[in-house]
T-cell receptor
């Protein structure tokens, strides 16, 4: 597609359940980021993938959060045993060159609500 | 770590006026700066970027000014239009991760 695609756009889950959020980056983009945006807040960095390098997971808030990127393209963010404080919009972005040195294109986000 | 803050959470301007949105950052090693616009229900959209070897960069109706001495960044929007109403974020990088401020909500009134 022409842009970064995220699915689902909305997800409501019960506390304690696991969820998977998907990101399809722009074709050819080697860098992929996940951010979390809580209501009225800025974007909180979660994880960064660049090519075949080991991902930077320094922003993941707990070991309940994990992410993978298969074949250098699609990425999945998994949250295990969801908690109410996990409710937020999860945004994925990709860029064409290494790191944040060029424009990062964002998807529409997945709005996660934990009830 | 990097601390990024915006000086004003909300800004109301009249249509046709110029808007100035400010941002401060803490890490003097930061060398790449981006302004994003986020409309309701959408992901952030790139507006303009600037690297630390520059003080000013202009786009269409937008200008970004960088003052590395006081670690301050601003976005100027000329002749603000109703379609400019959105939340504006500055993002700062000293590596690859972009650190975002909390955003300024710009409201353009007729």
């Amino acid at each position: 597609g022409a842009g970064v695609s995220q699915s689902p756009s909305n997800k409501v889950t019960e506390k304690g359940k696991d969820v998977e959020l998907r990101c399809d980056p722009i074709s050819g983009h080697t860098a992929l980021y996940w951010y979390r945006q809580s209501l009225g807040q800025g974007l909180e960095f979660l994880i960064y993938f660049q090519g075949n390098s080991a991902p930077d997971k320094s922003g993941l808030p707990s070991d309940r959060f994990s992410a993978e990127r298969t074949g250098g393209s699609v990425s999945t963010l998994t949250i295990q045993r969801t908690q109410q404080e996990d409710s937020a919009v999860y945004l994925c972005a990709s860029s064409s060159l290494q790191g944040a040195r060029t424009e990062a294109f964002f998807g529409q986000g997945t709005r996660l609500t934990v009830v | 770590g990097e601390s990024v803050g915006l000086h004003l959470p909300t800004l109301s301007v009249q249509e046709g006026d110029n808007s100035i949105i400010n941002c401060a950052y803490s890490n003097s090693a930061s060398d790449y700066f981006i302004w994003y616009k986020q409309e309701s229900g959408k992901g952030p959209q790139f507006i303009i970027d600037i690297r630390s070897n520059m003080d000013k960069r202009q786009g269409q109706r937008v200008t970004v000014l960088l003052n590395k001495t006081v670690k301050h960044l601003s976005l100027q929007i000329a002749a603000t239009q109703p379609g400019d109403s959105a939340v504006y974020f500055c993002a700062v990088s000293s590596g690859y991760a972009l650190n975002f401020g909390k955003g300024t909500s710009l409201l353009v009134t007729p």
